[in-house]
């Protein structure tokens, strides 16, 4: 948005609440990669670096390339700050209260994302389980889980990583809600995100469908499955102190639960505007502004603000749309004004 924004020569602030460049990316488990290569997780105006190391790039490339990215352009960012809550001012602009004293602004641009805001699904009993619990948010390595019996929930490629290096470690049983789909060895991300976003174009693509969804067969993920380590099984219906009841009444002891179950839109700020629906999300159009608020726009959601528009190469295809529209409302407004 910020490079958008700085050609389209806009006077605007980024609020960060991270005290450091990289966003989400900064707590990333150790030894997340990205599986597309680097050119196709770029923002605009510069391409990702190909690293410097065998493989596609790794957490920690991502988040030198953002900080190099924020440095390059230098945007106009302000850290750290927390945004509490979005009102709305008596002269007719948002006022954006935070931690650091409030903002007026014409217009206001979420990009919150979801990691702040994880989801673990209300299974019965899983307050009274007296083993571990964390969500994939927080998870950081797999040593902590050595000799455990763990149970990795989630049939995303989140779960498949995590599942494929604690099972190097710990007995570990992968839960997903029905069986994953492996794409080919030879499909990453780059042709996952070709054939997706001409499946969403409505465009003929030959060959099976492919999804964000679909499990890309990182080096990780393609060792676990030689040594016979990616069984799947359903999930279970009730948790105990000590574990996990199953469909079938049997009840297995757990030491530790991973949560790889996703996230919901980080939308507190918005909550005293009363336009956040029952599922999390804000009525938006076409290009993600807010129907109840039109000086708000909402980026990088997920695909309900825009396809693809919360991965990398996604966003910065997305926020080139959004800052040409919010230009063209300001000039349409500007232009209003001097006919009255």
């Given at each position: 948005?910020?490079?958008?924004?700085?050609?389209?020569?806009?006077?605007?602030?980024?609020?960060?609440?991270?005290?450091?460049?990289?966003?989400?990316?900064?707590?990333?488990?150790?030894?997340?990669?990205?599986?597309?290569?680097?050119?196709?997780?770029?923002?605009?105006?510069?391409?990702?670096?190909?690293?410097?190391?065998?493989?596609?790039?790794?957490?920690?490339?991502?988040?030198?390339?953002?900080?190099?990215?924020?440095?390059?352009?230098?945007?106009?960012?302000?850290?750290?700050?927390?945004?509490?809550?979005?009102?709305?001012?008596?002269?007719?602009?948002?006022?954006?209260?935070?931690?650091?004293?409030?903002?007026?602004?014409?217009?206001?641009?979420?990009?919150?994302?979801?990691?702040?805001?994880?989801?673990?699904?209300?299974?019965?009993?899983?307050?009274?389980?007296?083993?571990?619990?964390?969500?994939?948010?927080?998870?950081?390595?797999?040593?902590?889980?050595?000799?455990?019996?763990?149970?990795?929930?989630?049939?995303?490629?989140?779960?498949?990583?995590?599942?494929?290096?604690?099972?190097?470690?710990?007995?570990?049983?992968?839960?997903?809600?029905?069986?994953?789909?492996?794409?080919?060895?030879?499909?990453?991300?780059?042709?996952?995100?070709?054939?997706?976003?001409?499946?969403?174009?409505?465009?003929?693509?030959?060959?099976?469908?492919?999804?964000?969804?679909?499990?890309?067969?990182?080096?990780?993920?393609?060792?676990?499955?030689?040594?016979?380590?990616?069984?799947?099984?359903?999930?279970?219906?009730?948790?105990?102190?000590?574990?996990?009841?199953?469909?079938?009444?049997?009840?297995?002891?757990?030491?530790?639960?991973?949560?790889?179950?996703?996230?919901?839109?980080?939308?507190?700020?918005?909550?005293?505007?009363?336009?956040?629906?029952?599922?999390?999300?804000?009525?938006?159009?076409a290009l993600g502004q807010a129907e109840a608020e039109p000086r708000?726009?909402?980026?990088?959601?997920?695909?309900?603000?825009?396809?693809?528009?919360?991965?990398?190469?996604?966003?910065?295809?997305?926020?080139?749309?959004?800052?040409?529209?919010?230009?063209?409302?300001?000039?349409?407004?500007?232009?209003?004004?001097?006919?009255?």
């Amino acid at each position: 948005m910020g490079w958008h924004l700085l050609r389209s020569q806009r006077d605007f602030v980024v609020l960060d609440d991270g005290t450091l460049p990289g966003g989400a990316w900064r707590h990333g488990w150790d030894s997340l990669r990205l599986f597309s290569p680097a050119a196709y997780s770029s923002l605009p105006g510069w391409q990702m670096p190909p690293p410097g190391h065998y493989g596609f790039p790794t957490r920690d490339d991502v988040i030198a390339y953002l900080a190099a990215y924020e440095t390059r352009y230098d945007f106009p960012v302000e850290r750290p700050v927390q945004v509490s809550q979005l009102h709305k001012a008596d002269d007719g602009r948002l006022r954006v209260e935070t931690d650091r004293g409030s903002w007026l602004a014409k217009t206001v641009i979420g990009a919150t994302g979801t990691w702040s805001h994880p989801f673990i699904p209300d299974i019965p009993g899983r307050s009274s389980f007296a083993g571990i619990q964390l969500h994939s948010a927080h998870y950081v390595r797999p040593d902590v889980f050595a000799g455990k019996t763990v149970l990795v929930v989630g049939g995303g490629n989140s779960g498949a990583q995590i599942h494929a290096e604690i099972s190097q470690v710990a007995h570990s049983n992968w839960v997903t809600q029905s069986p994953p789909v492996f794409l080919p060895d030879d499909v990453d991300g780059r042709a996952l995100f070709e054939r997706a976003t001409a499946m969403h174009r409505g465009e003929a693509i030959a060959g099976p469908a492919l999804g964000f969804a679909n499990i890309v067969m990182v080096p990780p993920v393609r060792e676990a499955r030689d040594r016979g380590a990616l069984a799947n099984v359903r999930p279970f219906i009730q948790m105990t102190p000590n574990g996990v009841v199953w469909p079938e009444a049997a009840e297995t002891k757990v030491d530790a639960i991973i949560w790889c179950t996703g996230f919901r839109a980080a939308l507190g700020f918005l909550g005293d505007l009363g336009f956040v629906g029952d599922d999390g999300r804000v009525a938006v159009n076409a290009l993600g502004q807010a129907e109840a608020e039109p000086r708000l726009w909402l980026h990088g959601y997920g695909d309900w603000t825009g396809f693809a528009s919360a991965t990398l190469i996604g966003s910065g295809r997305r926020a080139r749309a959004i800052v040409r529209a919010i230009v063209a409302s300001d000039a349409a407004q500007a232009a209003s004004t001097a006919f009255r």
